[in-house]
């Protein structure tokens, strides 16, 4: 078991400056995930932790040692792949002893080893068979278990549900988490997936460019998402912004556009002040609007078009115009909303979200 410690860690690849000054403390048995959009430097740092990239300026420490002169081979890590990388012409006891034997393990700890690992993936009875035979949910566990009988201090995960169909994602998912709880083991993964984030984190890296955008537990970056890139990113449907200009009002102040005149509640009041006569960004969640009742104060409400309803049965989604603004609203799932139809949709004020549009990109 083991922390990994990262500083100013750096990569270029000639003119690409693939990852730039990351500083992370990843704690012994966390479960840390990398998220972000494709090419924003989430393989090569991960890479970089492996020993698979060199360093370009930066430490990097497992347990208490700087690891950036040691080969992968003795880092004491276990890598597992979005393409599994399994050895066709070898069985799948030989491809979960492979590593063993290269390490000169004797046979009966070989033996004692893939054993534990195929009993706790339920790949028992496939130990014979060739990677061709399985299907592609039992290849990724094999994958896992050549991982897993390494008894690494580290395990790192690149994608490694990326080729499985969406329902099997889901499963896998969930015996992950099972997976981590038994062992302990601490983890970093990497997936350009939001809900994979948020539901295997212990914490989550948002990065974007090569830069760390936040680190936090899942529920913190949800609710209090340092910028406009972490808001967007993480959530689903993704949460609605809209350019308002800010006004003070009877005491209080006020954001309004051709759509929407809301007053901002006294909480945010700090914040938002400094932006009177100003532009900000607005940000809702889906989720946070709901269908307004007649008690529903209107200075926390506004008036859309439906453009589209789509029925999810769990929840309906609504399209919404909103003067020149788009918005998406999630609503109960039998919602009385008819395309073209008018709505009043109210906010609410608790999970409003301001942002700078002059330092957000
Ligand atoms: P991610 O895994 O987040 O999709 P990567 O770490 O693979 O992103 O890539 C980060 C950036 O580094 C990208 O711009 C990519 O094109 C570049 N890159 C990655 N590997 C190499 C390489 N071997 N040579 C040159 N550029 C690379
Ligand atoms: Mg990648």
Known sequence: MAQVVIRNLNKKFDEVHAVKDVNLDIRDKEFMVFVGPSGCGKTTTLRMIAGLESVTSGQILIGERVVNDLPPMDRDIAMVFQNY?????????????????????????????????????????????????????????????????????????????????????VQMRVELKKLHERLGTTAVYVTHDQVEAMTLGDRVVVMRDGVVQQVGEPLELYNRPANLFVAGFLGS??????????????????????????????????????YVGRELTFGIRPEDLRIA???DPRDLSFEAVVEVVER????????LSVGADTMVAAVEPDAPARVRGRLRLAVNPERMHFFDPATET
């Open 237 to 274: 449907p993704a949460m609605n912004f809209s350019r308002v200009r800010v006004a003070a009002a009877n005491g209080g102040l006020r954001i309004e556009n051709e759509g929407l005149r809301l007053a901002v509640p006294p909480p945010l009041a700090g914040r938002v002040g400094r």
């Open 85 to 169: 990388a399994l050895y066709p012409h070898m069985s799948v006891y030989d491809n979960m002893a492979f590593g063993l034997k290269m390490r000169k393990f004797d046979r009966e700890e070989i033996r004692r080893r893939v054993h534990e690992a195929a009993d706790i993936l339920g790949i028992r009875d496939y130990l014979h068979r060739k990677p061709r035979q399985l299907s592609g949910g039992q290849r990724q566990r094999v994958a896992l278990g050549r991982a897993i009988v390494r008894h690494p201090q580290v395990f790192l995960f690149d994608e490694p549900l990326s080729n499985l169909d969406a329902k099997l994602r």
């Open 312 to 319: 999810l049965g769990s929840e309906t989604l609504l399209d």
């Open 293 to 295: 009742t007649e008690a």
